[in-house]
């Protein structure tokens, strides 16, 4: 045991590197690039530090080049989570009783090297595996990670140094126990830095993982956990286990080691999980804790004092990077009367001008979506709307799957406050406008606010400042992240943490405090200097 009270270095967030021509980022990025496309992985699974395959293959293809294969990976089944269950408990009491500042080392180490020699890495594995830009990996695999890794060990020290106040002739301490058993981390394709956050920020808090991705995104977690594994984390603390959801998740749900769930993805899956949960309650041995970011239909509201060229750049930004395969993406707008014809002239103009294609192309704004399914859901939605009397292309609305999955930005006017697209998540590049008459300015906010069961991300813009007090007001349930004169994407770890709630899940906030608080299980001591030795008390003495 080290004598010493260590202080984790206070977190900045990591810069943006700007990739310009010429740039030895754009050099080193680009090579990794070719480097990747000229290689085929055999992706396997870490189970205790061990490489297992199945011999179940699955594949991971290039969403703009659906004809390139990036790797195989080995699919887990109920034989594989057994022995990751076996693995990590094995593996749990050594890493539960390592001191915190040992365990916060692994993660500050793996920000450094994320932030040096496997930038380019990560990132390139990203723009191949998720289709997405530079700019759009840049911000999630490097900066946004790099982040987690950072702020995560800070927040960690914050709440051990959290004590209690003492008597006189007694002290009293807590200690803040990983829980009993393992948690499983589900993670989305759409941010590598959720896929690596959501199991190590449980990790990091002394407990052992197992990490089953998404499907489409196994290439950049098998990376993800190269990086953990060269920055020094023991082997069975965290498990990756592909696979399919049933076969995966299923055993898992069964184990009576299971002490919590760290999820991101849709809200149809973690209410299936939660469910089964239930159901299962009485054979875990523990109240397992429920983690979860799901959905969202997230809002621009637009008053008329609105900046007309703000407005506009924040709607085609936060709609169409990334392809809106943002779970805080605008997919709906709320705009007066008044606006609508400038603001319409406008996107028009601005959307015209998003160049689509291959993220190897660094001029390119949007690539594709991630694979068939998502290609067929989001295209199902245009076609509703292409047949429905009560919507109005404005911009695009075509898609072509020849050879990658792209989507064309499209933007959708709609009569119907409560038509489909306003309502459901579609989480691709369809961003639906309702045009409200500028003096039901209270009554649309009112609208706005019960017309989708989610509640995740939304904005006002205005430069009106009662309307945006009256907007705060109005929506203080609709958003938990909620953005004034901005688009409503973007989070920063330690300025904005991130969740929502409603449909879009359990609110406990990735990048701060509170969701490593619900990683560990508080044990109050109470150390008594000097104890009674009479059991009577003073009031006894007369009767």
């Not at 890495?121 to 759009?136: D, E, P, V, Y």
């Not at 900046?307 to 990334?322: M, N, Q």
């Not at 709906?332 to 603001?343: N, V």
């Not at 430069?463 to 688009?487: C, M, P, Q, S």
Request: net charge negative; with cysteine.
């Amino acid at each position: 045991m080290a004598n010493g009270i260590f202080n984790v270095p206070i977190p900045k967030n990591e810069p943006i590197l700007a990739y310009e021509p010429g740039s030895p980022e754009k050099r080193a990025v680009k090579e990794k690039l070719d480097e990747m496309l000229s290689q085929k992985l055999d992706i396997p699974l870490y189970i205790g530090g061990k490489e297992i395959r199945t011999g179940n293959l699955g594949e991971c293809r290039v969403p703009h080049n659906h004809q390139h294969i990036l790797a195989t990976y080995h699919k887990a089944g109920k034989k594989e989570v057994d022995m990751a269950i076996e693995a990590a408990l094995e593996a749990r009491e050594k890493w539960a009783k390592m001191s915190w500042e040992a365990r916060a080392s692994i993660f500050l180490k793996a920000a450094d090297l994320l932030a040096g020699p496997w930038r380019a890495t990560l990132n390139a594995a990203t723009m191949l595996c998720q289709s997405k830009t530079i700019f759009q990996a840049e911000i999630d695999s490097a900066c946004e990670l790099i982040d987690f890794y950072r702020f995560n060990p800070y927040y960690m020290q914050q709440i051990y140094q959290q004590q209690p106040a003492s008597s006189r002739s007694c002290w009293n301490y807590v200690e803040h126990r990983p829980l009993e058993g393992f948690i499983f981390a589900v993670t989305p394709f759409n941010f590598a830095s959720i896929a690596g956050n959501l199991p190590t920020a449980p990790a990091m808090m002394g407990n052992v993982v197992l990490w089953k991705p998404a499907s489409s995104a196994v290439y950049t977690a098998h990376f993800i956990m190269q990086l953990l594994k060269e920055a020094g984390l023991p082997d069975g603390v965290i498990n990756l286990v592909a696979g399919s959801g049933a076969q995966v998740g299923d055993p898992v749900l069964d184990s009576p080691h299971l002490a919590g769930i760290h999820f991101t993805g849709s809200t149809a899956t973690f209410q299936r999980m939660w469910k089964t949960v239930g159901n299962n309650i009485q054979k875990y041995h523990t109240y397992p804790r429920i983690v979860g970011e799901t959905g969202g239909k997230d809002f621009v509201f637009v008053h008329n004092s609105a900046d007309l060229e703000a407005t506009a750049t924040a709607l085609i930004r936060g709609a169409f990077e990334y392809q809106g395969q943002k779970c805080s993406a605008a997919s709906r707008a709320y705009i007066p009367k008044s606006l609508w014809p400038d603001l319409k002239e406008k996107l028009v103009s601005e959307a015209k001008k998003i160049k689509m294609g291959n993220p190897e192309d660094f001029t390119n704004f949007m690539c594709a979506v991630i694979d068939r399914a998502a290609y067929e859901t989001i295209t199902d939605y245009i076609n509703y709307a292409k047949e429905s009397a009560e919507a109005e292309f404005i911009v695009g609305g075509e898609y072509d799957d020849e050879k990658g999955y792209f989507i064309e930005p499209t933007i959708i006017l709609t009569t119907n406050p409560k038509f489909k697209l306003m309502e459901e998540e579609i989480f691709g590049p369809v961003l639906t406008i309702y045009v409200y008459p500028d003096e039901k300015y209270e009554e649309t906010l009112h609208l706005c606010d019960e017309t989708s069961p989610y509640a995740l991300t939304g904005s006002i813009f205005a430069n009106d400042r009662e309307a945006v007090v009256l907007a705060t007001e109005i929506l203080t349930h609709a958003a938990g992240n909620f953005y004034i004169n901005d688009k409503p994407t973007g989070a920063v770890v330690g300025q904005q943490p991130f969740g929502g709630s409603r449909a879009s899940g359990t609110n406990d906030k990735a990048g701060s405090l509170v969701n490593l608080l619900r990683w560990v299980s508080p044990r109050t001591i109470k150390e008594n200097f000097v104890p009674p030795t009479d059991f009577s008390y003073p009031h006894m003495k007369e009767k």
